[in-house]
């Protein structure tokens, strides 16, 4: 699958049901060597280019039960509603190591953030290093808001779903024409405008603030065009067709069921993914 590419959408705890599907993907040896990956797609993601099957599924459910990392209390003590400390360091370095050599001999991840001074994408790709891979997710997955920017050299990050949700287009520069884009919203969604009023947070950082004002029409514009390259046949997408957990979700009856629901969707989409890709 030279010119294939596995496409993850972000979403936050929603991101279950991308863990779910590449689970599925996992069980059955479904294998992309070329990822590129926004946020919540990019944890879940490394999972799957670690060939870690069940991981995923564990640090978003299972050790949300033993280590509560949502919570209020972290925005005074780390300026982050999640406790980034345990997922980006304590979990991956220690709890449940992500398996480098495995990663390292996937093929390439290409990991979303935002440069909080251009306010455009920034691509990290396939970092060698476990410190230097870890540091670009946790900038792919810093919310605006409610996370701290993350500095990488002389540059500062935050999420890459400001500026590039879905990284089809990036998966296209690289050559990768036959893409399968996994999405963490219903068919037919569309965001309503989210920064009008709040941008002037980031004062100092002006394209930024453009970028995030402009951040629901770009979504949109994005999810409008998977939808006609979909009709065209272009692209193979994978979608739920119910959510039951929101992105900061903690409920974990609700992130199992979503889980679930992602690997019966991996499951039932491979007869497809596999003419798609033939």
Known sequence: M????????????RGVFTAGVLDAFLRH????????ATSAGASNGLSYASRQMGRAHFCNIEALGLHKYIGLKFLFTQRCIMDFKYLFEELPLRVYPYDMH?????GRFILTATDTRTGLAHYFDTPRDMRGLLLACRASCSMPLVCPMVKIGESEYLDGGIVDAIPYARAAADGRERRVIVLTRLFGYRKRPEWKYLSWIYAKYPNLRRALVEKSAMYNRQISAVEQMQKRGEVFVIRPSHISASRLSADRASLEELYNHGVEVGEASLDGLEKFLA
Do not use: C
């Not at 030279?2 to 705890?13: F, H, K, P, R």
């Not at 495995?102 to 996937?106: A, F, N, P, R």
């Open 29 to 36: 040896g479904v294998y992309f060597n070329y990822v590129a």
């Open 102 to 106: 495995s990663y390292l001999s996937s």
């Open 2 to 13: 030279d010119n294939a590419a596995l496409v993850l959408e972000g979403g936050g705890m």
